[in-house]
């Protein structure tokens, strides 16, 4: 009953503020953004969501997994995630992308199937299995769901995945192939031309700094390099296996005793990380891309790691600021002014600080125009208190997003896992919504000045060097890139 009732003030909270969107941009043509009068008539409910998230039995195997279960019997699915506390961070300086591989590879063949054999294996259960491990991120990640009379087929498979992969090398050949393809085309990615300098001004020598393999680094990965890469890192005591749906604890862990109890435990070294690079002094930095029609613009610095106590305050400022349509950022840049198709902030955080970014893509002639105004949004959130009715409408938002994201089974095991992986308090996530309407205009105010830190600013613009240089250099010291990443020679654009 209370969950009910949690979730119809929640949907109303979120109706109110569809309706208050709406209206802003339904006057966007003739009425300022900042002109915009708030009768505040809309009937929100005030009290603060009240929520006891259900708890995951916690089991651990003899042989060092550690396995949550979330009990949710309102479908009859099943989800798997497994989480290995290594990835991408671990690479090798000299071949970015191997847990990338070793993860993309995984599906790709084991000592009981092959590649055909797995692929007909998900398709004949209605599943999805996926493996990723995610530039800049610490963990690599085994997904599995369906229905949940496959229970025990998929986790014979997941495990048949994680525990036996043999990294064929004609499905290898076959990978390298489609890795080389899509290199060569995030090259004429904007994009993605902007993210790798910006990441590679930020992080310099620390691993975060890389966001893509290189060609040598696809050519030169061998089977036995993503075997070494997985019997190193793939081991039971390192990893953390949740499962969420409409199961019985005890049953689905007799299934996980069976097909993950054999799993061979061994000692896995600590990590040891490069130390994070102090903040260099603001700067611009132009990718110059001949003959593009439009200037990609990206400009952040250092965030905060996720067990940060600032996460939840900076979640409310980001929102303010530019988390969707309602952010400031979209309605200056698209809707005031027209110069965007859409301006948006957003921030990264994992066991090492990440990155707080805006963003946004314009046409070249208004490039001048749309650098001002993302710079006088990033001044304004940090120089004046954001007004009562804007901060409650962040707020809102987000409760209300989450209490809806609570009906979702993978979700609440996101959050279970989430909190297992980074050392989260047990009742983080029953707090959430209250630490969410503690936030106050003084601590937006303060988080921005932490963290959307202008006199460290890194701003990063792709674009046509010819057209768009002289306006760069308004903004600071501009240093220029081609589209290869190499540093081009004053005058040389």
Known sequence: MRRNQFLIAAIVSLLCLGTMAGAQEEGSK??????????????????????????????????????????????????FALWIKSGALQDPKDLPGLAKFT????????????????????????????????????????????????????????????????????????????????????????????????????????????????????????????????????????????????????????????????????????????????????????VDRPGSVQTNIVAGNFALRRSDPDFIPLRVMNRILGEGPTGRLFLNL???????????????????????????????????????????????????AVPENDLEDARHAIVASFALSLEKPATLLNYWMTSKYYGLPEDYWDRYPAEVAKVTPQVVQRVAHKYVDLDHLQVVCVGDGKQIKDVLSKYGTVEVYDTNGKPVAAGGN
């Open 103 to 286: 993860a993309d590879m995984l599906r790709e063949g084991t000592t009981h199937r092959n590649s055909a054999q797995i692929a007909s294996e998900t398709d004949a259960m209605g599943a999805t299995v996926t493996a990723t491990a995610q530039f800049g991120s610490s963990h690599s990640q085994v997904a599995a769901s369906g229905l949940v009379e496959n229970t025990g087929k998929l986790l014979d498979l997941v495990s048949d995945l994680v525990e036996n992969p043999t990294f064929p090398q004609d499905e290898l050949a076959k990978y390298k192939t489609r890795q080389l393809a899509d290199l060569e085309q995030e090259r004429s990615d904007p994009d993605f031309l902007s993210m790798e300098r910006f990441h590679q001004v930020l992080y310099r020598d620390f691993p975060a700094a890389v966001i893509a393999p290189t060609p040598a680094s696809v050519k030169g990965a061998t089977s036995e390099e993503l075997k070494q890469f997985h019997d190193r890192y793939y081991v039971p005591n390192n990893a953390i296996l949740g499962v969420a749906g409409d199961v019985q604890a005890k049953q689905v862990m007799a299934l996980i005793e069976k097909y993950f109890g054999p799993w061979k435990k061994q000692a896995v070294s600590e990590a040891k990380l490069a130390a994070l690079p102090a903040p260099e002094p603001a700067k611009v930095y132009l």
């Open 30 to 79: 003739s009425v300022s953004v900042t002109a915009v009068q708030r009768l505040n008539r809309a009937p929100v409910n005030k009290q603060v969501l009240e929520v006891k998230l259900p708890r995951p039995t916690e089991f651990h195997l003899p042989n060092g997994l550690t396995v949550l279960v979330l009990e949710r019997h309102e479908l009859p699915t099943v989800d």
């Open 334 to 384: 698209r809707e005031e002014k027209g110069y965007t198709y859409g301006a948006y902030s957003y921030y990264t955080a994992d066991t090492y600080p990440g990155a707080f970014v805006a963003e946004t893509q314009v046409r070249n002639a208004v490039t001048d125009g749309s650098m001002h105004e993302l710079m006088g949004e990033l001044k304004r959130i940090r120089e004046q």
